[in-house]
């Protein structure tokens, strides 16, 4: 056993939910049908930050918001603040399923929309029945930015439209390369200053009635190429075709800060060693050597042949991170200026020691072997093995 974790799904890969809405938690609406939005996606290391790097300062963001901080903005609501420039995420999920036009990044650590990023070529453009609140947005990811207003308009989702939706509008920005704004998925907590909350995308699609249930279905599948369509998020449904086992749900976590989040417990298991400092043993055990280009542990391919199997001990069920499972895909090594068929494993440091309450992400390839609900009626997680837990992609 490595040792027990407090889980926040992230990263995009995080996608999360409200998780204050109980009272609809037995509210199925047999007259709305669900929504799925098809998203890719896309590597981008284009800075100096490596992946490694990335994923801890995201970490870092995730412990610092506090619900003080958050309330700390009287005048001027500040969305999604993240500490990792846009334009070095090396990983992130794309959709354009929302008003045709725009291609926005899938946000799990936020829980607000904006868009206008692309102030020349695409610009946040008001429409005829939009309202204007009065409040001034910001948005900062490290040297990156928007600075805009909120509006309240109609928001087309897929094939439903959302009426009275907050959102953003962009009058300035900076860094947000190829995409148009954020469509944020996370609690609707995040949402709250002084004054007042929120309410997502999310939220809206079933308070509204357009969609049957109050949650997200998320299916993604492994892939080898650099900007891939084969991922769906399915708002107030679950798509029975994407998995093949039982889905198994456990609760949402009351351990700060996992708990903001779409955070669980589990443990997991690599032989038989324990101890509390889990990507420690984990690197003696695989005989991982950290790559100086990559900041990714790199594996020998007789190493590779003897890796072992991850378990991940979620409530009484058991799910499977495969040998293959464990590293990144070969075939784009490049997009992380690694060398040709080196293998790098994807299983990392967080950047703190276990057992501090937010203690593994179970980030991009995880989720990709698993079909993932968030079920913010009842604050709980849902998994269920997939075609592809078992693939051989990478």
Not at 20 to 35: E, F, G, K, N, Q
Not at 131 to 148: A, D, E, P
Not at 155 to 174: D, P
Not at 230 to 254: C, H, Q, R, Y
Request: proline share 5%; aromatic share 8%; glycine share 10%.
């Amino acid at each position: 056993m490595l040792t027990k974790f407090h889980f926040v799904s992230a990263a995009l890969v995080a996608l999360a939910l409200s998780l204050t809405a109980p009272c609809d938690a037995l509210h199925v609406r047999r007259d709305a049908s669900p929504v799925a939005l098809p998203f890719a996606r896309r590597l981008n290391m284009t800075g100096t930050m490596k992946l490694l790097e990335l994923d801890q300062t995201r970490v870092k963001a995730l412990r610092n918001r506090t619900p003080a901080a958050r309330a700390s903005h009287a005048d001027v609501l500040v969305l999604g603040a993240v500490d990792v420039p846009a334009t070095n995420q090396a990983v992130s999920y794309v959709t354009t399923g929302m008003n045709c036009a725009d291609t926005l990044i899938i946000d799990t650590g936020s829980s607000n929309t904006w868009v206008g990023a692309q102030l020349l070529s695409n610009p946040f453009v008001p429409s005829s029945t939009i309202g204007i609140t009065g409040n001034l947005l910001t948005v900062t990811y490290g040297s990156n930015f928007m600075l805009g207003l909120e509006y309240t308009d109609n928001v087309k989702l897929g094939s439903i439209s959302i009426k009275n939706q907050s959102l953003g509008g962009a009058l300035l920005s900076g860094g947000f390369t190829g995409v148009d704004g954020i469509i944020g998925i996370g609690p609707a907590d995040l949402t709250c200053g002084k004054r007042h909350c929120i309410p997502t995308v999310t939220d809206n699609t079933f308070s509204q009635g357009l969609v049957p249930e109050h949650l997200i279905g998320i299916s993604f599948e492994p892939t080898t190429s650099l900007d891939n369509a084969n991922g769906e998020l399915a708002f107030g449904g679950i798509d029975s075709s994407k998995f093949t086992a039982s889905l198994n749900f456990v609760p949402i976590t009351s351990t700060s800060p996992s708990s903001m989040f779409v955070g669980i417990d589990q443990s997991i298991t690599y032989g038989s060693p324990t101890g509390t400092d889990a990507f420690a043993i984990y690197q003696s055990l695989t005989g991982g050597v950290l790559d100086s280009a990559t900041r990714l542990l790199r594996i020998m391919p007789e190493q590779f042949a003897n890796l072992k199997t991850l378990f991940f001990h979620i409530g009484t069920n058991t799910f499977e991170s495969t040998p293959n499972a464990q590293i990144w895909p070969r075939a784009l090594n490049s997009a992380l200026s690694g060398t040709d068929d080196t293998i790098y494993l994807i299983i990392n440091d967080i950047g703190t020691p276990s057992g501090s309450g937010l203690d593994f992400i179970d980030g991009m390839t995880f989720l990709e072997r698993f079909y993932y609900v968030f079920d913010s009626a009842n604050s709980r997680v849902g998994l269920a093995n997939t075609p592809f837990t078992h693939a051989t992609t990478n």
